[in-house]
Every structure is written in C-alpha cells, then in structure tokens.
C-alpha cells in the first residue's frame, strides 16, 4: 500500500472520529428526554386490546462500535507502517512526502494507542482483533469481541446448548464478563437462512427487516388483534405471514418468545429466550436465550418410540414443539408460506413441507433441556395437563429429570420476573406442591378434603422478586427504563397480599433491569423452623426421582451422576416466557381423579437439572440476579409501580 493510499485513510480516520464526537454530544442530549415503554403483561394486566406500545431508540450500540472500528483501524495502520516504508520508492517529490506522512502517522498511532488503552479500560476482557489473526478459528474470538451485523462468525455452532445473558450496552464488565448473545449474532450468516419462524409477544418489524435476511419466508406468530380471540393468519409483504393463535373470549397473552432457524446447510437452529424481538430488549435490559442446534437426519426416521423412552428422547422435545406450533396456528401460515414460494410448483425450496417434518427429519438426540409449555384454555386429565398445562407441565419434566425434592429436604423457590400477578395463599401452595413434588394430586386430595387450603399461610420458602422503586430509581436508565416491569399499587395493596415474600431484583452485571423469567430450585436442609409443610412428614412422594440417561458430558447435565447420598441433582432451574403469575402458570381445580387446569396465556419455556456437586456455586452460575437476594423492608420498600412512579 503506498502513502497516499494511508494518508487518505487516516484523514478519514480522523473525519469519522470528528463524526463521533458530535454523534455522542447529541446522543447525551437526547437520551435525557428519552422514555421508553413496552408494555409487555399477562392477561391480568392487559387484555387482548392491551396492544404493546413501543418508543425506543433501535440504533445497535452505536457509540461502542464506532470506536471499537476505528480502534481497530488504527492498529492496523501503525503494523503496517515499517512495511510501506520499507518499499522501493523512485520519486523524491514521493519520498518528501512520505517524510512528512510518516510524521503525521506515528502522531495519529500514538492517539490511537490511547484511544485502544481507554478502549481496554473500560473493556477489560474485550480481546481486540490484530494484524494477522484473521485465520484464527472464530469460536476463539467470539466471545469477547464485540460484533456488527456485517461481521457474524459462522463457525461457532452450539450441538450441545448454551445459555447466556442477552448483550446489554448499559452492563458492566466489571461485574460480570460472560459470554453474551447477540439476535445477530444468534442469526449467523444470512446467506445460509432459508427459513425462520418466531413468536414474540411485540414486535419492532422495521428493525427486524433490518437483521433478517430479505429473500426468505417467515413465519411470525403474533398476539391475536381481535377482541373474539379467533385464529387468523395474514399475508405480509416480503414472504412475511403473520399468524395469531386462538384465545377464549379474546382474554390473555400470546406471551411465547421462540426462533427456529433453518438453515441451507440443513441445520436448524432453535432458540428459547425472555426477549421479546424488539431492539431495547437485545441492547438496553437483561433478557437470557437458550440455543442449539440441531442436525439434519441422515435418514428419515417417523418415531423414535420403539428406540428409548419417550419422555427421555430428544425426539420427544420435537413432538412437544410440534405441538406447540399447530396450537399456535402455524399449520396454516406454513401453507401460505409455500403458495407465495416463487417454486411453489414444486416445493423444494422450503425446508419444512409440514410441521411434523420437525421431529422426522431433524436429530434432536443431543437436546438434554425440557420444554415447558403453557396453552391457552382449559385441560381436563393428567395426560393433557401434563403436556400443555403450566405448572402439570413443569411438574412432568421435574420428574423426568430426577429433581423432585427429596424427603429430608426443603425446596426453596427464587422467582424472577418482570411482571407481579395476583396472589393468593391458596395457588402458592399449590404451586409450590407442584414444584416440590412434581405432582399435584395430593393437593387437590387436600383441597378436597376441607378447607386445609383456605388455613395455610403462603409458603414462605418463596422467594418474589422484583425490582423495588429505589433499584429502579438508581438503575442506568432511570425510572423512563422501568416501562417493562409491571406491579399495580392495587395488587400490592391487597389486604392478603404476599409482601413478605418479596425481594429486590438486582443484576449481577450492574445498575440494569432484567425482563429475565426465571425460577430457580434448590434443596435446603431442613431445620427446627421449617416454616412449610403441607403434608405431614410420613408422607411419601408420590413419585420417586427419575433414572434419566442423562448425557455427563452435556454442559448442562455434567456432574448430575455424582452427588452425594445418591442424589442425582441437586435443583433444578426453568428459562422461558413464563413471569411468576397465575395466568402464566394455570389454576388447577376439580379432583385427582378428574383434575382441570385453566390457562390463560400462551407461555414456552425450558428447564434442567442443577448439579448436586456445588449446587449453590451451580445456582450462582446461572442466576441472572445477586445471590442471596435482599428482602423488602417493609414500611420501607416497595415494588416499583410504573403508574404511580413514573
């Protein structure tokens, strides 16, 4: 390269540096006066009608980008500096200037060896690309190096899962350095995308335009728009179609929050998380995704029932999923997709022909999560409550991976969520039965049996949290970033109110609020004061901890084989749509023999097992929140209210 070619690219250097200066000026500016507001519930605080309002700046971490870029740029022109002098040069008007570039060069490295100190200092994990690493493996620099839509690795491919925390501009660093997600990120090269499908409670659709890929079809399932709740599917411009689910009466929430991503290659990758897709929830509060990737059959296989048990099978994680989708109305925008297909004669350009394809012609051996599902509507018998039903759901896939709470010990329930519903003694209880035993049969028993339901306290081994006003308050964005977190003074006023079981949401990764749901289980020694015991202590379980062929090698099973006393696990913890609500999780009625559980919202989620070994250090790990949380002072705290605060 010669120094007229690096003169012009300094002094553009300089121009874009200039260009940021006054970008960030304005950006301080206007980011006073910014309210943002995503109204994002179950059905007890909005209806159908409720639809979600969004006021958000969608500029992915300009500020950051721009400098990493220039950072980065500036390296290279200082290691290429010996190089261009070292050249043969024939003129000597040439050689004068040169002289004088050179000058003007080592000045403009010395800036930006500043600029890259400042960068590391505020950074101090971030790992700054070179000259001469450009061969290196993507996964080795994936996870501390800061990604634009233009530059996504494609080598870093997730067979086994992983969870991570959503990307977050406002985090710091310094508290914690874990590898993060970014959608593009999760999305990988957009020449390789054929097909997605995704579900989102709001949407920001010019944004999404912007990260998806043009040329394929999508499918997007959507919160119905009319107040009877019928199911409907509309065709969009671009191979969109948008597809909504039914809802009784048009009451509840389309909450599920979903991506499946099929690949040219064949892969597929699927991903489960708390964000809703809408660019503040990847950049501006704290959302976790589950992904992994799945790889196409060599050979076509129609059931794997007759290969393993059902309810271990990563097959039936797929069939699961299936379900999901035809429930959710995706049968027929998957028909519409392929009549606009421009080979629609055909067909062969779209991956999936029918959405039992799913489980036949993708290997799910290696998914070790569980799904757990919650659809709209009333389940009658075990079998459909167990499958579709909110907390029979979870209930099933405790026991299938081994983590009902053993006899001698007491479960303790963290509950992290965005949203406050309406409590009652009676439905924590019964939650809470439900999660400790993984069962709810001896509960209705109870019920039935007298008013033992209506005499017991909330148990207090649950734990609420929600961020108080003063974290609100004190957080980066202030009391205008609380516009997705939702308690009512009318709830928090009720005279049976729960308050003594909230605690403060703090994130570990610093002054941020976190849209994360998350419920996370361990089992607690037992002492003098156990404070809940709905069934007296000769009691069996009803049902004995699972023999799951759990994979040890999985990152997210690991170490669950070599607990102490024979324990398996050590707790378990679920990732999903679901808030601690509920309308989320479905009120059970009726009888053992006759159960029936109401569900008002659509909610998806996954959950596993916590390692036995170290189980508080395992807890530790995942929590998005400050362990132990801090308990509400009464009298002196209290849950931030958007209406009353803000």
Not at 162 to 183: C, G, K, M, W, Y
Not at 342 to 369: F, G, I, M, Y
Not at 401 to 408: L, N, W
Request: glycine residues 6%.
């Amino acid at each position: 390269m010669d120094s007229d070619d690096e003169l012009q690219r300094v002094l553009e250097l300089s121009r874009l540096e200039e260009e940021e200066r006054l970008h960030r000026g304005k950006q301080g500016k206007a980011k006073d006066k910014e309210v943002i507001e995503i109204l994002d519930s179950d059905d007890e605080q909005f209806g159908v009608n409720s639809h979600p309002v969004i006021n958000v700046d969608d500029d992915d971490d300009p500020n950051f980008q721009e400098q990493l870029a220039l950072a980065i740029q500036a390296s290279k022109i200082q290691g290429n500096k010996q190089h261009c002098t070292s050249e043969n040069r024939s003129s000597t008007s040439y050689s004068s200037t040169r002289t004088s570039n050179d000058t003007f060069l080592s000045e403009r490295a010395k800036m930006e060896q500043e600029r890259l100190a400042r960068l590391k200092r505020l950074r101090p994990n971030l790992v700054l690309e070179q000259e001469g690493r450009n061969d290196d493996p993507p996964t080795k620099r994936q996870k501390s190096t800061p990604l634009s839509e233009d530059r996504i690795p494609t080598g870093n491919l997730l067979w086994d899962g992983e969870i991570r925390q959503t990307a977050n501009i406002h985090a710091s660093p310094l508290r914690d350095a874990s590898a993060v997600f970014r959608l593009t990120e999760i999305l990988g090269d957009k020449s390789d995308i054929q097909f997605i499908i995704f579900s989102s409670y709001c949407v920001d659709i010019d944004w999404l335009r912007r990260i998806f890929p043009t040329s394929c079809p999508v499918v997007y399932v959507a919160q119905p728009e009319t107040q009877d709740g019928l199911p409907s599917v509309k065709d969009m411009p671009l191979l969109w179609v948008k597809t909504m689910p039914r809802l009784r009466g048009g009451r509840g929430c389309m909450h599920m929050k979903f991506m499946l991503v099929f690949m040219r290659s064949g892969r597929l990758r699927v991903m489960i998380t708390t964000a809703n897709f809408v660019s503040y929830d990847w950049k501006d509060i704290e959302n976790t995704a589950w992904v992994q990737d799945i790889p196409r059959r060599t050979t076509t296989c129609s059931s794997t029932n007759d290969q393993e048990p059902a309810q271990f099978s990563g097959s039936f994680f797929a069939e699961q999923l299936q379900g999901v989708l035809k429930a959710l109305n995706v049968s027929p925008a998957l028909r519409s997709v392929l009549s606009q297909s421009p080979h629609a004669a055909s067909n062969n350009d779209c991956p999936l022909q029918t959405l039992d394809d799913l489980s036949s012609l993708w290997d799910w051996s290696r998914v070790k999560v569980r799904l757990v599902i919650s659809l709209a509507g009333r389940w009658e018998g075990w079998k459909s409550i167990e499958q579709f039903g909110g907390h029979g759901s979870l209930s099933k896939a405790i026991r299938e991976i081994g983590a009902v709470c053993p006899s001698d010990k007491e479960l303790v329930l963290e509950c992290q969520g965005s949203s406050i519903g309406t409590y009652s003694a009676s439905w924590l209880n019964e939650f809470y039965v439900a999660a400790k035993r993984g069962s709810s049969t001896q509960w209705l028993d109870s019920k039935r049996a007298g008013a033992r339901s209506q005499q017991l306290a909330a148990p207090a081994n649950i734990k609420i949290l929600f961020p108080s006003l003063r974290t609100v308050q004190a957080s980066v964005l202030g009391e205008p970033g609380g516009g997705t977190m939702f308690c009512r003074a009318k709830q928090w006023n009720g005279k049976n109110f729960p308050r003594h079981l909230f605690h403060d949401s703090n994130s570990k990764r610093g002054g941020i609020l976190m849209h994360t749901k998350m419920i996370l289980a361990t089992f607690a020694d037992k002492t003098a004061n156990s404070s809940y015991n709905l069934l007296s202590s000769g009691e069996k379980d009803s049902y004995k901890a699972g023999s799951a062929n759990h994979d040890s090698h999985s990152p997210v099973t690991k170490g669950w084989q070599n607990g102490a006393n024979g324990n398996r696990v050590g707790g378990w913890c679920y990732i999903g749509s679901h808030n601690f609500t509920p309308s989320a999780w479905g009120n059970l009625s009726g009888t053992s023999s006759d159960p029936v559980m109401n569900v008002t919202n659509y909610e998806l989620g996954i959950m596993f097992a916590l390692s036995p070994v170290e189980t508080d250090v395992a807890a530790c790990k995942v929590a998005t929140w400050e362990r132990p949380p801090r308990k509400y002072l009464l009298g002196k705290d209290v849950p931030w209210m958007q209406d009353e605060h803000l």
